[in-house]
């Protein structure tokens, strides 16, 4: 029992020392690896140039210099700019809508198919919201008042007004961001406001610019039913053209012929042939009362045998000019009968489309000559009595927050990059 615990005793002080032995060796790599990056550390400081101390200071001047640059410099601007130096901008406003007077006038002087489609106004409102942004806006209003002494002159603060010089593209661009547009899709009403830097002026243009809207509206309509008098007059003169040509026709068949009108012609020939017939019968009478006192071949009865021969046949030739077969090339009038009818009703055809092609013209031009689409602005433009922009508090709160938070994150970029040199 007394071996036992003795070689327990041996061999626990035996696993005392090897435990001692490790972590002594394990505070000695830990020591040197310390002495390693101390010597790394130094050896950086060395290259960069500065101290701990050193660079303590220089990232508290970076600090302190990016809380000026970054927040108290742009927020004293912003406080100057807005309170101080910008010019107030006055908005006008209007709402419209784009009408037809088509549908009113369909019920009093035209057919339900000439009732303006409301694809037409939704397209003529898609073509006016581009208009209204487009260069060509900026040319009509160059025309009608001086957008360059209206946004450019001195008294409008640098940053506001239109820069010199003052070119087409930027006055474009210039005019883009002074005016705005919103249209409500279900009901197609549009909202146009306009900036300017006095309450007449803004008034002023937003009444000139609907002016402009509506002049366009016009032109592109206008254009539309110019084009539509040029066919319709075309076809007014294609139908004249051939009317002309069949009613030619007609005459020179007249003059071939002989024959002016199939019914009076025939009417004349039974008058005619009833005149004849009623000479050969007084003939026949005559020729047997005389054949009672003379003998048969005396010269009397042989003259008026020729008399009663040649009236036969001649209200034979008649009749075969009226239905029969004739002798000649000329035909018969039942053959005329045929070709004048055909010639009569491509003439009445003739005539109706000539008729037709003036009355679709007539209409065309009364029409053209009226305001079929116009720009309903059913609110007046407003008279602004105080300024939208800029609105000092507002933009003083926002530039605060902007301006903290652009500082905020420069310095926390320094003091993660400090946290390296640790």
Known sequence: MTDDNALIKKTGGQSVVVRSQKMAAALSSYARALTFENRSRRSLYRLAGFSPRTRDRVFSVILFYLFVFTFVLPLLGSVVYYGFIASPRYNSEVSFIVRSSAPILSRNRYASDTVEPQTKIVQDTAVLLNYLSSPAMVQDLQQRTDLKHLFGRSDI???????????????????????????????????????????????????????????????????????????SQRDVDAAAKELTALRKQLQDTQNETGVYDIEMTADSIMKVVTSIETKVADLKSRREALSRSVAEGSPQLLDIDRQITAQENQARALWNQTAGASSDRAGNLAEYSTLFEKLNLNL???????????????????????????????TEPTIPDESKYPNVPLTLLLSLLGFAGLWGLTSGGILLLRQKFD
Do not use: C
């Open 157 to 231: 603060d640098y940053l506001s007004r239109l820069s010199d010089p003052a070119t087409q593209e930027r006055i474009v661009k210039y005019w883009k961001k002074m005016h705005s547009t919103a249209v409500n899709p279900k009901s197609g009403i549009v909202e146009l406001e306009v900036v300017a830097f006095s309450p007449k002026e803004a008034h002023d243009l937003l009444q000139l610019v609907l002016k402009l809207a509506e002049e366009q509206i016009n032109k592109l309509n206008a254009g539309m039913w110019s084009s539509l008098q040029i066919s």
């Open 348 to 378: 009445k055809m003739a005539e109706n489309k000539l008729q037709s092609a003036i009355a679709e013209i007539e209409k065309v031009k009364l029409v053209s000559s009226l305001q079929l689409i116009y720009v309903d602005n059913f």
